[in-house]
């Protein structure tokens, strides 16, 4: 790519398929979790959210066909390690009180990351008239910021005073 051709139009697009990579990789990693997690309600919060992740995936789907582009992701190194530290937290602490605030404070760091890329993709597409593609970011924007008031409402009322 030459640097005529490193527009915002192309930068939304690389930001995209970074995205695309990490929804993929969520979704792999929340049953993981589910599973590992010792409360119900977090069990329940994770497993929610990646029947959420499905329809932000098609939702992305969406916005790769509005660009008349194939959806594809690109490796996305922040998100791979914000996984990392996950399993690393499942591992470090099973069978411990600790795993569950671990578990959602690793939850929480994904939902930040998603809300940061989210909310700059749909700035990015108002700004290239992409009214469509805004919408469909802006729904998913939408969803991550709603799991992450209800992974604090978790965290504070029971998962982290169970752990203290």
């Keep these: 790519m030459t640097s005529k051709t490193k527009d915002l139009t192309a930068l939304f697009h690389e930001t995209l398929k970074d995205i695309y990579f990490a929804e993929k990789q969520i979704l792999r990693a929340l ?19 990646r029947d959420e ?16 582009k194939s959806p594809r992701g690109k490796a996305c190194d922040a998100i791979v390690g914000i996984i990392d530290e996950g399993k690393e937290i499942m591992e470090d602490f099973s069978d411990t009180e600790a795993l569950d605030p671990g578990l959602l404070a ?8 998603e809300i940061s890329r989210y909310g ?24 991550e910021m709603k799991t992450d008031k209800l992974l604090t409402q978790l965290a504070l009322q029971s998962v982290n005073r169970k752990a203290a």
């Design 31 to 49: 049953p993981k979790m589910a599973k590992a997690a010792q409360t119900d309600a977090l069990r329940q919060a994770f497993e929610h959210h």
């Design 53 to 68: 992740t499905q329809g932000q995936i098609e939702r992305l789907e969406q916005v790769f066909e509005l660009l008349g």
């Design 106 to 113: 690793a939850a929480q760091a994904v939902e930040h990351y």
């Design 120 to 143: 700059t993709l749909k700035t990015w597409a108002t700004q290239l008239g992409l009214p469509d593609a805004a919408k469909l970011l802006d729904a998913t924007l939408q969803e």
